[in-house]
């Protein structure tokens, strides 16, 4: 049975489109019907963007007909988290604080995707601000995990509607950003592929920043040869040449230290199973202690003290000017950083160089270093609405492990690696930095061992 358009790949829709199967117009059609129909509330785009959607979509038939398509994704349907830039449209970063804020200009990554014939479905919701892990945000909207139908749980964030598009079918793949796992939380989370690319890699102009120094722009997509496609359309480069990758001879570290503390037991269970699976694939995985990531966690919180203080340096004014319009969890994680000393966050800057340092030594040799991606399933939303002791614990711990990959300004992949009940997953490659194709190489080659 052929499956439906809005559960067919990225690269198969364009496939579709480059072969006259499918016509653009119809296609953003079919994705902008299915948000009105299954999106009411607004809960996973808090803004779509039919104009636009629409006449993108025209554009790309008139360019399928003349045999002139852009790209491999020419006319394939995408949402956008709300903290990058659109041209004449509200984007607020998920908080009151911007409701008024329309920007002259798209961000440089979506005229790079407008350029290569990306259809703009719409704003997707996240965390305010882009300052958590779990994507809870009761005023400007929070959906579902796609995975729970009985229980309603978290769906992960910052890039919480733009996983939740994804994986409801409103969008053919999403883009999101990643400060400390913001791509990889809702993409384990909700069973997808999420790429967390190395800082300075893909342009930020336009993008509304959290901590300036790190954030990083990446694609939520079904399967890693779709979040290939997307990074070279945001890089304005060539996609990774994925024909023939094996696991065969790949060098793997699995740290014995550090990244499996406080790991539920189901998702131990599902990373277990999957490392002997890529065993017996013929990689070689090497198990032993990463000093490097004890050396982090000496640190304790003084890595996310220093997060906040820069924080709080890009949004004091706004945030003291109306503090009531925020998100309580949210604005106390912003006023950590409010009194913290200018010295001591600049040591921690150069202790976390000097580890970071360290890492690349231990690791070198290695494709990748693996992990869980996250130590936990998302949690009930009923346990975090209110903020308090059992929000802050389960949002450090979402991002226990994927903050490893910025604060130590890595690469990172995410994809599934098996349910644990009806829950998915994740399975996360960290690479060196600026090492994306490569990983990405990797990615597909893992992806699938795991779906064999």
């Given at each position: ?238 996609a990774a040449d994925l024909a023939g990758a094996r696991l065969a001879g790949a060098r793997l570290l699995v740290p014995t230290n550090y990244v499996w503390a406080d790991v539920e037991t189901a998702i131990e269970t599902a990373v277990e199973a999957a490392l002997e699976r890529l065993g017996r694939a013929g990689a070689l995985v090497t198990r032993r202690p990463v ?162």
């Amino acid at each position: 049975m052929a499956l439906a358009w809005h559960e067919m790949t990225a690269l198969d829709l364009g496939a579709g489109i480059g072969s006259g199967a499918i016509d653009p117009v119809a296609l953003a059609e079919h994705f902008l019907d299915r948000i009105a129909r299954h999106d009411p509330d607004r809960a996973v785009y808090l803004r779509p963007t039919p104009e636009r959607a629409r006449a993108e979509a025209h554009a790309a038939r008139a360019r399928a007909k003349a045999g002139r398509r852009v790209s491999a994704l020419d006319g394939v349907p995408i949402s956008w988290k709300d903290l990058f830039d659109t041209a004449g449209i509200t984007t607020t970063a998920g908080s009151p604080l911007l409701a008024d804020r329309v920007p002259a200009a798209d961000a440089t990554v979506l005229a790079r995707a407008t350029r290569a014939g990306l259809i703009c479905l719409g704003k997707t919701t996240m965390t305010e601000l882009a300052y958590s892990g779990l994507g809870v945000n009761p005023t400007m909207g929070t959906p579902r995990n796609a995975h729970d139908t009985a229980t309603p749980r978290a769906p992960g964030g910052s890039s919480s509607g733009a996983a939740a598009s994804v994986a409801y079918g409103l969008a053919a793949g999403a883009i999101g950003s990643d400060t400390g796992g913001s791509v990889r939380v809702p993409a384990a989370w909700q069973g997808l592929v999420g790429l967390k690319t190395t800082y300075g890699v893909l342009p930020l102009a336009g993008a509304v920043p959290l901590w300036p120094d790190v954030d990083t722009v990446g694609p939520l997509a079904r399967t890693v040869a779709d979040a290939n496609a997307l990074f070279a359309v945001l890089d304005a480069g060539k996609a990774a040449d994925l024909a023939g990758a094996r696991l065969a001879g790949a060098r793997l570290l699995v740290p014995t230290n550090y990244v499996w503390a406080d790991v539920e037991t189901a998702i131990e269970t599902a990373v277990e199973a999957a490392l002997e699976r890529l065993g017996r694939a013929g990689a070689l995985v090497t198990r032993r202690p990463v000093n490097a990531l004890d050396e982090l966690a000496a640190l304790g919180p003084l890595p996310a003290q220093l997060m906040s203080s820069e924080a709080y340096a890009v949004w004091r004014e706004a945030l003291e000017a109306h503090p009531e319009r925020v998100y309580k969890p949210i604005l106390e994680r912003f006023r950590v950083g409010k009194d913290q000393n200018a010295a001591a966050m600049i040591a921690i800057r150069h202790r976390l160089a000097a580890i970071a340092a360290n890492y690349l030594d231990e690791t070198a040799g290695y494709a990748a270093v693996v992990m869980p991606t996250t130590p936990i399933l998302p949690p009930p939303l009923a346990t975090l609405w209110d903020g308090g002791e059992t929000y802050l614990a389960k949002n450090m711990l979402s991002l226990r492990n994927t903050r490893i990959g910025n604060v130590l300004e890595l690469c990172a992949l995410t994809l599934p690696c098996g349910p644990a009940g009806a829950l998915p997953v994740g399975l996360m490659l960290l690479a060196h930095p600026r090492t994306e194709r490569a990983l990405l190489r990797l990615g597909v080659a893992v992806e699938k061992c795991l779906k064999s």
